[in-house]
């Protein structure tokens, strides 16, 4: 009897999971079995573990209890969880990236572009830098950790479930893709590849020095294929240019400047900003095919 209930109610919960609920749970769930197959080395393999069994659960009943719920604070909670878990997500793969390989790809994302450019884009736009230029840059870098946050809060308040349900299937889908090849792909980027010949660190006044202390305390080493900044920066202008147009208008220079931030400040190749594009025009694609009004359609 009791299995019987336990699959009544994994059923139940099934049943009221919506396509970014079912990423995100199948994801919490295949991180779980990666660290008991792959990460027991890692010193805090066990209690990474077990917060992925209590995430688990929690989902579960969050689907169960509040599944109809889309105000207040439960239906807040309710739709969106999964970005308020992106920070946990990227901080443990920390404990992912050398699962399949125990050294960094970087020689071959090196390779490419030079091939392709002639010059190493990182190095050769050290001779652009002043303070100014680097305070703009880091303003558009650090615009990213605002960009889902004012959009899905307009959506939530302006009680456009549908477009924020689709808004964070295609930036939960993006970071799913991103992290798989994180872990695939492991690269870790021109500020400790090119170490030596980058020269002395970005010089500003306010938003330099506050984007290396967020770089330097939060900043994983590695995953830098592809720049997850720029993959859900596209998203959310995208999605801004298809529902808010004067917001989208402001955001642009961020996002655009984002885009060349990224590489300016030596966090990325110019590399995992195309990669990232690309993937999230996938995401972008997927939340489309799996949106509300389309399975409603269907």
């Known amino acids: 009897m009791r299995a019987e209930g336990a699959s009544s109610w994994i059923t139940s919960f099934w ?18 079995v990666g ?18 069994m209590v995430l688990l659960g929690t989902i579960a009943v969050i689907l169960t209890v509040w599944h109809g719920r889309t105000d207040g604070i439960a239906g807040l909670v309710r739709l969106t969880y999964p970005a ?15 699962w399949l390989y125990s050294g960094f790809m970087d020689y071959q994302v090196v390779a490419l572009e030079r091939a392709v450019l002639g010059v190493d884009l990182n190095i050769w736009l050290t001779r652009l830098q002043t303070p100014l230029v680097n305070e703009w840059m880091m303003l558009g870098y650090a615009s990213y950790y605002a960009l889902i946050p004012i959009l899905a809060l307009t959506f939530f308040v302006r009680h456009r479930i549908d477009e924020l349900r689709s808004l964070l299937t295609a930036t939960t889908t993006t970071f799913v893709m991103s992290y798989v090849l994180f872990i695939i ?25 506050l984007v290396q202390l967020i770089i330097e305390r939060g900043a994983i080493h590695g995953g830098c294929v592809p720049s997850t900044h720029s993959a859900i920066a596209l998203i959310v202008l995208i999605w801004a240019y298809r529902t808010y147009r004067r917001l989208a208008i402001i955001l642009t220079p961020f996002v655009i400047t984002l885009f060349v931030g990224t590489v300016w400040g030596h966090y990325h190749y110019l590399t995992d900003v195309v ?22 359609a269907g």
């Open 15 to 32: 049943h009221y999971a919506e396509p970014i609920d079912r990423i995100t749970w199948t994801y919490i769930l295949a991180f779980a």
């Open 35 to 52: 660290l008991v197959v792959l990460g027991r080395d890692h010193p805090s393999w066990r209690n990474l573990f077990m917060v992925h």
């Open 84 to 98: 308020i878990l992106y920070t946990f997500f990227y901080i443990e793969m920390g404990a992912a990236i050398h």
């Open 185 to 209: 792909y492991p690269v870790e980027g021109p500020r400790f590849y090119f170490a030596d010949e980058l020269g002395p660190p970005l010089e500003g006044y306010v938003l330099v020095p």
């Open 275 to 296: 990669v990232g594009l690309i993937l999230a025009l996938i995401g972008l694609y997927l939340a489309d095919r799996w949106s509300p009004a389309n399975r409603r």
